[in-house]
């Protein structure tokens, strides 16, 4: 077919493929940008008579999700992570001791071990004494630990068991570098048990692989004394996205300057097959929250830039979705780059 005798419909029929295919919202909307963009230079360049994408309008994200029969959650649902004021509560209650000088919670600093370096929970409990290097501070990620249910044969048997074996995915294979944090908690685990360098670093009590459910037990009785409500506690696994994001969208630093990772730099120290996983934890562009880039995003940056906002840059979230073009600085490029976007000249951010 040539060209020119494409219609919106032609393309409205591809698109729908797409989305009916099991593709994520995020790719659908970047074959529509790029399609929008490739039709305005065909009819730019007098190659096409009219652009068949104006009669085209890309599917709401609600309606995308009601279509794969997902309900459409605010961010902050789909990525739990404590707040700065919750860490500093666990923090207070997790080493606390007895009279006695005994720990009231055992191996509490595997919680922000975890925090540090984003380990998955089974994976904490995978973790044996040699696969950590703290002479060049770095963390091997060798295996995981799973409880299952126990099998006879075919069939399913009473009862669980536990099975150490590879991680997730064969990106889940990985060095995670040690921070300053990160390594103290490890010497404050070993402090409290230490079997060898063959041995696990949170052992059992039999000296094999704690399970992980029972890590997940203690986290919620230590959440409870710190005083976080139990409608407000969360998973491990809500300390690894916490680190995720905390990467990703900026630490700030002693000179004021917001430092942050590439997605894919932390795609790679989380072990996430892929980068669509990891920017689950935020939005570039995204300055309103509704998990969208649109015009109204592009003008609260005008605003912001204005000082007719008060959104405030030094908050790492903010900065991070107002850095449009990732050059590490808020300015009017930034305007100029969520314009193009907008317009289709190019198709990510």
């Known amino acids: 077919m040539p060209i020119s005798n494409i219609t919106g419909a032609d393309i409205k029929k591809l698109l729908n493929g797409i989305m009916m295919n099991g593709k994520s919202y995020s790719t659908c909307k970047k074959a529509y940008l790029l399609l929008n963009g490739y039709f305005r230079y065909l009819e730019r360049e007098d190659m096409i008579e009219k652009n068949p994408m104006r009669n085209v309008e890309m599917t709401k994200k609600a309606n995308f999700l009601s279509a794969h029969g997902k309900e459409n959650k605010p961010q902050n649902e789909l990525v739990a992570v404590f707040t700065p004021e919750e860490i500093e509560l666990l923090k207070a209650e997790a080493f606390k001791r007895y ?15 975890i925090l540090n370096t984003g380990l998955r929970r089974g994976e904490a409990c995978g973790i044996i004494n040699s696969d950590i290097d703290l ?9 995981a630990v799973k409880e299952v249910n126990r099998r006879d044969g075919m069939e399913v048997g009473k009862g669980q068991e536990i099975i150490v074996g590879p991680p997730k995915s064969p990106t889940s294979l990985r060095d995670i570098p040690l921070n300053d944090t990160a390594i103290e908690m490890i010497k404050k685990l070993r402090e409290e048990v230490y079997l060898g360098e063959d041995a696990p670093l ?18 919620y009785r230590l959440q409870t004394a710190a005083g976080i409500p139990k409608e407000e506690q969360k998973v491990i696994h809500a300390l690894r996205h916490t680190f995720a994001t905390t990467l990703i969208n900026g630490i700030k630093q002693p000179d004021g300057t917001i430092k942050c990772l590439p997605v894919k730099q932390v795609a790679d120290i989380l072990g996430h097959t892929t980068t669509e996983i990891t920017e689950l934890y935020y939005m570039t562009g995204d300055l309103d929250g509704d998990g969208e880039v649109t015009v109204n995003d592009v003008t609260e940056l005008q605003r912001i830039l204005a000082e007719f906002d008060d959104l405030d840059l030094s908050d790492p979230a903010v900065f991070a979705a107002a850095d449009f073009n990732k050059d590490g600085k808020v300015n009017i490029r930034d305007v100029t780059c969520g314009q193009r976007y907008l317009a289709g000249f190019i198709t990510e951010l």
């Open 135 to 143: 002479e060049r501070r770095v963390l091997h990620v060798r295996r």
């Open 202 to 219: 949170i052992p059992a009590e039999d000296g094999g692989f704690l399970n992980p459910m029972n890590l997940l037990r203690r986290f």
């Open 99 to 113: 009279g006695n000088g005994k720990p009231k919670y055992k191996q509490a600093a595997i919680y922000f071990l």
